[in-house]
């Protein structure tokens, strides 16, 4: 049938409204039928998210086979066939997406952020939305189609269930490209299926490299293990009530702000007129300013030195210690972010008519009362921001912050173990692993391909639920983060994967849906290369292929 040419939307508007007014008892009564089919469908996915996809088709054929012989009856106003045909499938999508993704949790219906959905619109084609005035036009481009799904639901196949690729099969289409000399002279791969958990290609797997930032997987899932995904960093402010000794008492969030537009993050700004506020009601406009780091313990200083990469790794500092206004990538730091932060709230207390004394280091008493306070997003939050972009300034935090809570010694040590012991809870296989930071940028640290796909895949399970921001953080190829600039065609928006890149070092680990629908995790690791560019580039080519790939 030949679809004549869309209309401009206000061209249109009659029809599709008259078509709602039309169709809405019968897809109400659509929706009674095969609301039983959807809760069933809903109940298949929380016990396992590897079998969403598969228990979703029987409810779509369901919902179709019930809508059509109403449709078939509705006197249709012409012509419409192109909006009949999109509006119903719109709305049996809709409602099956709304219960798929309230099982399945942090994900849309295709397991892709709106955010990084609507990029896709914009970037991939060639008109873009349309905002009420390029439809009529002649001159302006037309609105651009919704972008298709970049990600399909977690585990299983969007059609039928397509059995696993096989070893055999995977291995004749990663292993040349494996063997390229562009990844060095050491390279560990593996690829697991996420629905079974079962291994199904290994090239040294087990066999322990430096993971550069793939190390943040790992402090992602033991942070979120240890404190729960919705656990805030507050930064308070106390007073000492007999000395009048004002304390900025840091609680580890760098992702503090003193910017006048803070969104989401918790703010300087703010914490400082609250505190102004309460001063004021006590009678008091001059105190001793000081400031508790106490939080922490042992040397702030990464045993990389000073380097744009991170700031001093303290509990109190603002905007990561930045400053040049930036919030991701290298920047300048300051030499002692605690300092910095008290010296920069001393200043929003005199705009408020407070007076202070020049802030010193110090430590609040029990005895100190609580004036004001302020908290960071959830927990989960802070791990999506830290892997999108590999937040190296997060990433140390979200580890002391798991010493903290597993009462080991908040330094580098402690830290390195807290993340070993709740990864050993988990049952992630550890051996061939060594944690000296949370970062990834110390090359002591060492991971296995094998650790890495067992994050990935734990992060999944419908057993753990509080670790999804591990897959809902990771960089989309070609739209986000680290991968933004990445696979400009081939897998964009179909990978998603952590990357990790320091001299001689590139891996890349994360997740991808093959041609079959299967979610598989991998881990490919590269050491001993010679070229950044060079390496990355194999990297993405061998997940571009097990993208393309059913390999069976």
Same mark, same amino acid.
């Given at each position: 049938?030949?679809?004549?040419?869309?209309?401009?939307?206000?061209? +249109?508007?009659?029809?599709?409204? !008259?078509?709602?007014?039309?169709?809405?008892?019968?897809?109400?009564?659509?929706?009674?039928?095969?609301?039983?089919?959807?809760?069933?469908?809903?109940?298949?996915?929380?016990?396992?998210?590897?079998? =969403?996809?598969?228990?979703?088709?029987?409810?779509?054929?369901?919902?179709?086979?019930?809508?059509?012989?109403?449709?078939?009856?509705?006197?249709?106003?012409?012509?419409?066939?192109?909006?009949?045909?999109?509006?119903?499938? =719109?709305?049996?999508?809709?409602?099956?997406?709304?219960?798929?993704?309230?099982?399945?949790?942090?994900?849309?219906?295709?397991?892709?952020?709106?955010?990084?959905?609507?990029?896709?619109?914009?970037?991939?084609?060639?008109?873009?939305?349309?905002?009420?005035?390029?439809?009529?036009?002649?001159?302006?481009?037309?609105?651009?189609?919704?972008?298709?799904?970049?990600?399909?639901?977690?585990?299983?196949?969007?059609?039928?269930?397509?059995?696993?690729?096989?070893?055999?099969?995977?291995?004749?289409?990663?292993?040349?490209?494996?063997?390229?000399?562009?990844?060095?002279? !050491?390279?560990?791969?593996?690829?697991?299926?996420?629905?079974?958990?079962?291994?199904?290609?290994?090239?040294?797997?087990?066999?322990?490299?430096?993971?550069?930032?793939?190390?943040?997987?790992?402090?992602?899932?033991?942070?979120?293990?240890?404190?729960?995904?919705?656990?805030?960093? =507050?930064?308070?402010?106390?007073?000492?009530?007999?000395?009048?000794?004002?304390?900025?008492?840091?609680?580890?969030?760098?992702?503090?702000?003193?910017?006048?537009?803070?969104?989401?993050?918790?703010?300087?700004?703010?914490?400082?007129?609250?505190?102004?506020?309460?001063?004021?009601?006590?009678?008091?406009?001059?105190?001793?300013?000081?400031?508790? =780091?106490?939080?922490?313990?042992?040397?702030?200083?990464?045993?990389?030195?000073?380097?744009?990469?991170?700031?001093?790794?303290?509990?109190?500092?603002?905007?990561?210690?930045?400053?040049?206004?930036?919030?991701?990538?290298?920047?300048? !730091?300051?030499?002692?972010?605690?300092?910095?932060?008290?010296?920069?709230?001393?200043?929003?207390?005199?705009?408020?008519?407070?007076?202070?004394?020049?802030?010193?280091?110090?430590?609040?008493?029990?005895?100190?009362?609580?004036?004001?306070?302020?908290?960071?997003?959830?927990?989960?939050?802070?791990?999506?921001?830290?892997?999108?972009?590999?937040?190296?300034?997060?990433?140390?935090?979200?580890?002391?912050?798991?010493?903290?809570?597993?009462?080991?010694?908040?330094?580098?040590?402690?830290?390195?173990?807290?993340?070993?012991?709740?990864?050993?809870?988990?049952?992630?296989?550890?051996?061939?692993?060594?944690?000296?930071?949370?970062?990834?940028?110390?090359?002591?640290?060492?991971?296995?391909?094998?650790?890495?796909?067992?994050?990935?895949?734990?992060?999944?399970?419908?057993?753990?639920?509080?670790?999804? +921001?591990?897959?809902?953080?990771?960089?989309? %190829?070609?739209?986000?983060?680290?991968?933004?600039?990445?696979?400009?065609?081939?897998?964009?928006?179909?990978?998603?994967?952590?990357?990790?890149?320091?001299?001689?070092?590139?891996?890349? %680990?994360?997740?991808?849906?093959?041609?079959?629908?299967?979610?598989?995790?991998?881990?490919?690791?590269?050491?001993?290369?010679?070229?950044?560019?060079?390496?990355?580039?194999?990297?993405?080519?061998?997940?571009?292929?097990?993208?393309?790939?059913?390999?069976?």
């Amino acid at each position: 049938m030949v679809v004549p040419e869309l209309r401009p939307w206000r061209a +249109a508007r009659p029809h599709v409204t !008259r078509f709602v007014n039309a169709v809405r008892p019968r897809l109400a009564r659509a929706t009674d039928a095969v609301r039983p089919g959807l809760t069933r469908a809903a109940d298949a996915v929380r016990p396992s998210l590897a079998r =969403t996809a598969a228990a979703v088709k029987p409810q779509v054929t369901r919902v179709r086979r019930a809508v059509e012989p109403q449709l078939a009856r509705i006197p249709w106003p012409k012509p419409v066939g192109p909006w009949r045909y999109t509006a119903v499938a =719109t709305t049996a999508g809709l409602a099956l997406a709304a219960t798929v993704a309230m099982a399945a949790g942090p994900w849309d219906s295709s397991g892709q952020r709106t955010a990084e959905r609507d990029r896709v619109t914009a970037l991939e084609q060639p008109g873009g939305a349309d905002h009420g005035g390029s439809g009529t036009s002649a001159q302006g481009p037309r609105p651009a189609p919704s972008a298709p799904s970049v990600l399909a639901g977690l585990g299983g196949s969007v059609g039928s269930p397509q059995p696993a690729p096989t070893g055999r099969a995977l291995g004749a289409v990663l292993e040349p490209l494996l063997g390229e000399a562009a990844l060095g002279t !050491r390279r560990t791969a593996a690829v697991v299926d996420v629905a079974t958990g079962k291994r199904l290609f290994g090239a040294g797997a087990d066999a322990g490299q430096t993971p550069a930032s793939t190390t943040k997987l790992a402090t992602a899932v033991a942070a979120l293990s240890a404190l729960g995904p919705d656990h805030r960093l =507050t930064t308070r402010v106390a007073l000492e009530p007999d000395t009048k000794e004002l304390v900025l008492v840091g609680g580890g969030d760098p992702t503090l702000t003193a910017s006048e537009d803070p969104g989401e993050w918790a703010s300087l700004r703010e914490l400082a007129a609250d505190t102004a506020s309460a001063l004021k009601k006590r009678g008091i406009t001059k105190v001793t300013l000081s400031y508790d =780091t106490s939080l922490y313990a042992g040397s702030q200083m990464h045993p990389i030195g000073v380097n744009d990469n991170l700031a001093p790794v303290s509990p109190l500092m603002n905007d990561e210690g930045r400053t040049d206004g930036s919030t991701s990538g290298t920047a300048l !730091r300051v030499s002692d972010p605690a300092a910095a932060a008290t010296q920069l709230f001393a200043k929003l207390l005199a705009l408020q008519n407070i007076t202070t004394s020049s802030p010193g280091p110090s430590k609040a008493t029990a005895r100190a009362q609580t004036l004001a306070e302020v908290s960071s997003p959830p927990l989960s939050a802070l791990v999506e921001r830290m892997l999108t972009n590999s937040d190296n300034d997060i990433a140390e935090a979200l580890a002391r912050q798991t010493a903290v809570a597993t009462k080991e010694r908040a330094d580098f040590e402690g830290a390195g173990k807290a993340i070993r012991t709740q990864l050993r809870k988990l049952g992630i296989p550890l051996t061939g692993t060594a944690f000296h930071d949370g970062s990834g940028l110390d090359r002591a640290d060492r991971l296995t391909a094998d650790t890495l796909t067992a994050l990935l895949v734990k992060a999944g399970s419908a057993d753990h639920p509080e670790l999804r +921001a591990v897959l809902t953080g990771l960089p989309v %190829a070609g739209f986000t983060g680290t991968l933004a600039s990445r696979y400009t065609d081939g897998a964009a928006g179909v990978v998603r994967a952590k990357t990790g890149t320091l001299t001689g070092v590139n891996t890349l %680990a994360g997740t991808v849906v093959d041609q079959d629908g299967r979610l598989l995790a991998f881990a490919f690791m590269a050491g001993g290369t010679t070229s950044a560019p060079a390496a990355q580039a194999a990297l993405d080519g061998a997940a571009t292929a097990l993208a393309g790939c059913g390999c069976r």
